[in-house]
């Protein structure tokens, strides 16, 4: 079985400051990971993911996230929240073994940033 | 390049009634999913096509829920008959086969609600 954490319903951070959003998986295999974004009242839209190759990832608008397998963990990361970062943030998993086409999601976390 | 495309972006409709959530995939993507999003559940993936087959429908709540997949470029999810707790976001999503295409791309959503 796969599973993702996130701990934290709502996080905020001042604006300028760094931030973080966090994110533990489990699953039996290797994981593909990946972070989305939901806009209100809009679909979900991928802000980066993990595959394979260098642990550190950079994506858009300035976020990363690390891969760390022994903590299994995919922390979302930005040097300097503004204050349009104020959105839903949801981390997800993949098993890459064979034959496992689902992605399974975290409960979200809502990221305020304050001016 | 089109995303996914989903309709109708909103329906209310009167417990009892059939409803039916239509999508159309990006083209030249090999796999379809259907996901609902509630505030009690978060996102739960409730079927997937592979190359219009479905693959894994445990997801589906009951048998009231139903989806087809006729053709590579469009999928229906069918609601018969529906009930108030059936109200929530339904998302399609899409991706490419192979080792590439490891993103899923979501539509907007159809945000159903059942009074």
């Known amino acids: 079985a796969q599973s993702v954490a996130q701990p934290e319903d709502q996080v905020n951070v001042a604006e300028g400051n760094p931030l973080t959003v966090k994110c533990t998986y489990s699953?039996?295999?290797?994981?593909?990971l990946f972070w989305y974004v939901q806009y209100p009242n809009r679909g979900l839209q991928v802000l980066l993911k993990y595959i394979t190759g260098d642990n550190l990832v950079k994506g858009s608008y300035g976020f990363e996230a690390e891969f760390n397998k022994s903590q299994t963990s995919f922390h979302l990361k930005k040097p300097s929240a503004l204050v349009s970062d104020s959105v839903l943030y949801f981390c997800?998993?993949?098993?890459?073994?064979?034959?496992?086409?689902?992605?399974?999601f975290g409960t979200g976390t809502r990221l305020t940033i304050i001016p | 390049d089109a995303g996914v495309i989903q309709s109708p972006r909103h329906e209310v409709t009167e417990m009892g009634q059939e409803v039916t959530l239509r999508c159309k995939p990006i083209?030249?993507?090999?796999?379809l999913f259907w996901y609902r999003q509630t505030m009690m559940r978060g996102l739960e993936l409730l079927i997937y096509f592979n190359n219009n087959v479905p693959i894994d429908d445990s997801g589906m709540p009951e048998d009231r829920f139903s989806a087809k997949m006729p053709n590579a470029s469009f999928s229906t999810l069918k609601i018969q008959p529906s009930e108030p707790r059936d109200s929530a976001v339904y998302f399609c999503?899409?991706?490419?086969?192979?080792?590439?295409?490891?993103?899923?791309?979501f539509g907007e959503g159809s945000w159903l609600t059942v009074v």
């Open positions: 997800a998993v993949r098993d890459i073994r064979s034959g496992n086409e689902k992605l399974t």
């Open positions: 083209s030249g993507h090999d796999y």
């Open positions: 999503a899409s991706r490419r086969g192979g080792v590439t295409g490891n993103t899923i791309y």
């Open positions: 699953v039996s295999g290797n994981p593909y």
